[in-house]
């Protein structure tokens, strides 16, 4: 139902750009999120964004990386840039959906990227 695509190796200092698209059974989303998963280490929060826009970036990553959605798409982005070795992770997109006023959290399948020379 979540769909992530954009994951790939990279040079230090490159970039990348990862989407996440979630299905149509997915609806009324009021956040959407990027995790990572360092190899050997916990999942860990990126960046999220609510539904007005607001944003939240990890001390790690603000500066570099940039959260961002397209709410007529149920789409949301990180545009990486200035990326380091230590930026190796999968990465993985989480939205909460509001559902008969209830929140119903999904996660998508992970995308990988590596940071190497």
């Known amino acids: 139902q979540l769909q992530a695509s954009g994951g790939g190796l990279v040079q230090p200092g490159g970039s990348l750009r990862l989407s996440c698209s979630a299905s149509?059974?997915?609806?009324?989303?009021?956040?959407m999120a990027w995790y990572r998963q360092p190899p050997g280490k916990q999942r860990e929060p990126v960046a999220d964004?609510?539904?007005?826009?607001?944003?939240n970036h990890a001390d790690s990553v603000k500066g570099r990386f940039t959260i961002s959605r397209d709410n007529a798409k149920n789409t949301v982005y990180l545009q990486m840039n200035s990326l380091k070795p230590e930026d190796t992770a999968v990465y993985y997109c989480?939205?909460?959906?509001?559902?008969?006023?209830?929140?119903?959290?999904?996660w998508g399948q992970g995308t990988l990227v590596t940071v190497s020379s």
């Open positions: 964004i609510n539904s007005g826009g607001s944003t």
């Open positions: 149509g059974s997915i609806f009324s989303i009021e956040t």
């Open positions: 989480y939205v909460i959906s509001i559902i008969r006023g209830l929140p119903f959290e999904f």
